[in-house]
């Protein structure tokens, strides 16, 4: 059981007694949510990735710093690895550039910083291509868009066959892409997303879902066009977080049903012409007709 599900159940002051007696007041609730216990095989993948996380954190820290000293003495670099590799080993071979000689030295020093980590962050990812190849659940994943290799096996990693949630929407809130909720008084009031459970499983479906957005006249009709129409009404960080939303939900269904990924098909839904001295009731005659209505009312309305 989680600690915050406990809590409540604990009075007054804190002792190993008064703990023991929360945990088994908690553990008889019927609705109570238990965490299942990790084997071996997620446990070492789940480390493998919390090491290579440090190494990548590590070395956008060092590429940062790289370009932090090169600013202050005015020369500016792009964002990115690929341009430091690129342009550091000429600006450090470059005798008009105005660098200090220990501060070239410090540069020097950085670079070889970087190249270990470099390599030992590419000696990660093969052993989890490795093990995303070998793994039938991970090639399950792997099929469905905006999820690689790293992603795959972080779900793995994380909750194995998904038995833990009921539904999709369990996971998705679980991995906290889904809008949290204040109602009171019989209003309901939706905020932005709860940013609650994994961050580092959440941060990986929101990158894969914008490379998705980015590719999405490549995707298949129903999810293209589905796409098509949230970015045309919402704001693209939106509509990532929307799409991360669906990518975990498919991630579920894959593990729980045990099904290969299966692309969503478009269905084309008909447009209603409305007359156009009706304009102004157009509004609400296409709620009144989203509600099932009684059979006079349909009479009327196909009259």
Known sequence: MAAQDVKP???????????????AEAVERPKMRFVPIKSDDQLDLQSLHRVRERWVMRR???INQIRGLLLERGITLRQGRRHIDAALPGILEDASAQLSGALRVLLAQLRLELDPLQMRIDEADAVINKTAGDNEACRRLVAIPGIGPVTATAIIAAIGNGAAFKKGRGFSAWLGIVPGE?????KQKLLGISKRGNSYLRRLFVQGARAVLQQSTKQSSGLSSWLAQLTTRTHRNVAAVALANKLARMAWAV???NEPYRPPCWSAQPQRNWPADDAWLRP???????IPTSTDQRLLRSG
């Open 9 to 23: 159940y604990g009075k007054t002051n804190k002792s190993d007694y008064i703990d023991a007696e929360a945990i």
């Open 255 to 257: 593990l729980a049903k």
């Open 182 to 186: 204040y109602t009171t008084g019989g």
């Open 60 to 62: 956008t820290a060092v």
């Open 284 to 290: 609400g005659l296409e709620i009144a007709f989203a």
